[in-house]
């Protein structure tokens, strides 16, 4: 049974999710059909079967003690086959008849067919052969040579003589025809003659004779065979009841082989509907994700352009220049940055001490100042040198050189080039803030521009990248 050998799903199988990071809608319980009572039925089915085999056999045993005497059965045998030879004689000759009768048939309608088509030729006139023709035109030339005609019969005759002639020009291919006629009727005279021979009355006394014997020899076993036969009735039902048990089986296994395609169609179609399902929640977190990439693509660009590098210059005003006043910001990127420590020791840093690229607009002046190298110095001797000794040593914050290196501005080796870097950071800082509203227009257009390009198989690589990185 097919059905027998197809490894089975339960039917919990088809309500669990393929996910569990979502909640899943109630799902329809498929019950597996349960083949138990089929199987039952089968067995008693076949029980029955063997059974029937019991009961056959024990008939077949008694037709082999309802024998009859072998010579009997010999001769019998042997009337038989030579009845079934004559029979087989009497048939060669029923074929053979048959064949004749075709041929007379089809001779005598074509035969027939001649024969109108003469009788359409000579119903034009008043003669039905050349002897007539032939006739007919020695009477009128005897007529003419004994000379006691008038002119006007005499040239009616020849008139008449003329069209005769040529008549029996025409009466030429009748004559043909006659003679096709005439062979034909030949054949189909040779033909019934070969038809009475086929009529073999010797074959047909042989066969009564044969078939009395038989008679004979069936009426003294009539009782014995009446037996037998009566036995090969029982059996004969016996087969048609084997047979309807057979059907029976069959049809057991056949519903249920259908009920178990059922159950596999609606577990395919309910797996299908837990893909389509996962399929569209999965869709649903892809574009929420999307859209939320979107919006913070575009909150980070709506951010005014330069204003980390704005507020690190005013830091960095504030650290060189102590009178300087820093301007209230409202931005977020501002509220963000730390403010510069009371006693200087620290300042943001746009990169987090790493190396980045700052994007200045093009037409952005930085003054660069050529340094001498801060630790090049000459030694001096005497008064001058004890002077020099005492001067307070100029020293720059490790966070304020790296503030200054993200805006490219040389960082003061001495006392004296502070008022310098400052001037080069206000004149950054009136570049920045005079190109900040353009970039801002700019980082916003880039911004559409690259959520317009989004890709849901970049997203998912990025995604599969973050999964990789949480795990780590």
Do not use: W
Not at 13 to 25: E, H, I, K, Y
């Amino acid at each position: 049974m097919s059905a027998g050998s197809t490894s089975t799903t339960t039917a919990t199988n088809a309500t669990t999710p393929p996910s569990s990071s979502s909640s899943s809608t109630q799902r329809k319980f498929i019950k597996r059909p349960d083949d138990k009572a089929m199987k039952e039925e089968v067995e008693a089915l076949k029980k029955e079967i063997k059974k029937l085999d019991l009961t056959n056999n024990e008939l077949n045993a008694q037709i082999q003690k309802l024998q009859i005497d072998q010579k009997v059965m010999d001769e019998r045998n042997k009337l038989q086959a030579e009845l079934k030879t004559l029979i087989s004689k009497q048939s060669s000759a029923k074929n053979e008849r048959n064949n004749i009768n075709e041929q007379i048939k089809s001779i005598d309608s074509s035969m027939k067919k001649k024969i109108a088509e003469i009788q359409q030729q000579t119903s034009k006139n008043n003669f039905k052969n050349v002897a007539e023709i032939d006739a007919r035109i020695d009477s009128l030339d005897k007529a003419i040579d004994a000379g006691n005609l008038k002119l006007a019969d005499e040239r009616r005759f020849v008139k008449e003589m003329s069209a005769l002639r040529k008549l029996r020009k025409d009466f030429g291919s009748i004559e043909k025809i006659q003679a096709s006629i005439d062979q034909d009727k030949e054949k189909i005279a040779d033909l019934k003659k070969k038809l009475q021979g086929t009529h073999n009355k010797e074959v047909q006394a042989q066969f009564e004779t044969i078939q009395k014997k038989l008679d004979e020899i069936n009426e003294s076993n009539k009782s014995t065979i009446s037996k037998r036969n009566k036995i090969y009735d029982q059996r004969s039902e016996i087969k048609k009841e084997k047979d309807a048990k057979y059907d029976q089986i069959r049809k057991l296994r056949s519903d249920f082989d259908a009920k178990f395609e059922h159950f596999k169609k609606q577990m395919e179609e309910e797996r299908q509907k837990r893909e389509e399902e996962y399929k569209a929640q999965q869709a649903e977190r892809k574009q929420a994700k999307l859209k939320q990439r979107a919006e913070q693509e575009l909150a980070d660009a709506s951010i005014p352009a330069f204003t980390a590098e704005i507020n690190s210059i005013h830091n960095l005003l504030s650290y060189f220049d102590p009178s300087y006043v820093k301007p209230a910001t409202t931005n977020a990127a501002t509220a963000n940055n730390a403010s510069l420590s009371s006693n200087g020791s620290s300042i943001p840093s746009t990169t987090k001490n790493q190396a980045r690229v700052i994007e200045f607009p093009e037409d952005l002046v930085v003054v660069k100042k050529e340094q001498d190298d801060f630790f090049t110095g000459t030694k001096k001797k005497g008064k001058n040198a004890k002077k020099h000794s005492g001067k307070k040593n100029f020293t720059v914050a490790p966070e304020i050189i790296v503030a200054l290196s993200d805006l490219t501005i040389p960082y003061p080796l001495k006392e004296e080039n502070v008022p310098e870097t400052i001037k080069t950071l206000k004149e950054t800082l009136d570049a920045l803030q005079e190109k900040q509203e353009e970039q801002t227009k700019v980082n916003i257009e880039r911004a559409k521009a690259k959520i317009a390009k989004f890709k849901e198989d970049d997203f998912e690589d990025e995604e599969q990248d973050d999964e990789e990185e949480d795990q780590n």
